[in-house]
């Protein structure tokens, strides 16, 4: 006899009212991260929660509250994305960022500084609340599309065919934004948290 | 016989590129499959050059961390600055009463 299939029980949703205090720094905190804006990013959060409010009857319950908010909290933080992305022409963002790239770089093409010889080490950085405040630092220091379109490749790992469709950019335009950011975004790392410890 | 610079000029791969061009590819590398002739052309830059190597790995590394954000956040407790703040609380709180 075969056993019987379990199927696992659907994830009821908690009381609406107990949302803020139970998922609104998580939130908060994810939103920060990817527009660093408190304003801004707490707007989002609202706008979830009230997305949320209207949606409540089409949770499917597969997933947990939580993962199901922040699904529809990553909507909003696109949907942010892609209004930045229409203001200036692709061409336009393209030449900005090859010339910061060529500003890493002398005129044989070596580099103006060196990487110096470190390696993160995933277990110790990852739970350094120190380490994520630095790297929301240095992503604040990039030109913001840049940070955005570096956000959602390296902290949502979204793949380039789906980044290019919501942005309205070229592969190409992506790569030469996905570089200029990590380029900066090392030196940054490495000047004021790797050098640091 | 085959020789390097004889190698070169048949396959076309330029065995000395700047760390430029191969932080370019090896950028490249992490977005798509490099075709043959630019992963030769990487990895020959990458055995002779000891700093693009630094480069490749701690790019490479500091990727593997990115995508565990979301589990720091769950482990590690919000600063002060990464909290809300009681008044949006009581915002959001007073709108989900009045949506409900």
């Given at each position: ?33 990817r527009v660093r804006n408190r304003e801004l990013a707490e707007n989002l959060v609202q ?151 | ?100």
């Open positions: 006899m075969k056993p019987e299939k379990k199927n696992k029980p659907a994830v009821k949703l908690s009381d609406a009212s107990t949302w803020v205090q139970q998922h609104g720094n998580y939130l908060f905190r994810y939103a920060l991260m706008e979830t929660f009230l997305a949320a409010l209207t949606g409540r009857r089409s949770f499917a319950g597969r997933s947990a509250e939580r993962t199901w908010m922040t699904g529809i909290l990553k909507h909003k933080i696109i949907d942010h994305y892609r209004k930045g992305f229409r203001e200036k022409s692709v061409t336009e963002l393209q030449t900005d960022e090859e010339q910061t790239i060529d500003q890493f770089y002398d005129a044989v093409g070596s580099p103006k500084q060196y990487p110096k010889d470190w390696m993160p080490e995933p277990e110790s950085v990852l739970h350094s609340k120190e380490f994520w405040q630095t790297l929301r630092e240095c992503l604040g220091h990039l030109p913001e599309r840049t940070a955005n379109a570096f956000t959602m490749r390296e902290l949502d790992n979204l793949e380039t065919d789906e980044i290019c469709k919501e942005l309205g950019i070229t592969p190409t335009n992506l790569w030469v934004m996905l570089h200029r950011a990590r380029l900066q975004l090392r030196a940054c790392l490495e000047r004021n948290w790797f050098e640091k410890k | 016989m085959t020789t390097l610079s004889n190698w070169e000029e048949e396959t076309k791969v330029p065995l000395r590129t700047s760390c430029k061009q191969a932080a370019q590819l090896v950028n490249l590398s992490l977005e798509r499959k490099l075709t043959v002739r630019e992963f030769v052309t990487m990895k020959i830059h990458l055995w002779t050059c000891k700093t693009c190597t630094f480069y490749k790995n701690q790019i490479s590394a500091l990727r593997k961390i990115f995508l565990r954000h979301e589990e720091a956040l769950e482990n590690i407790p919000p600063s002060e600055d990464e909290k809300l703040s009681e008044c949006s609380k009581t915002r959001m709180q007073e709108l989900i009463e009045k949506n409900r």
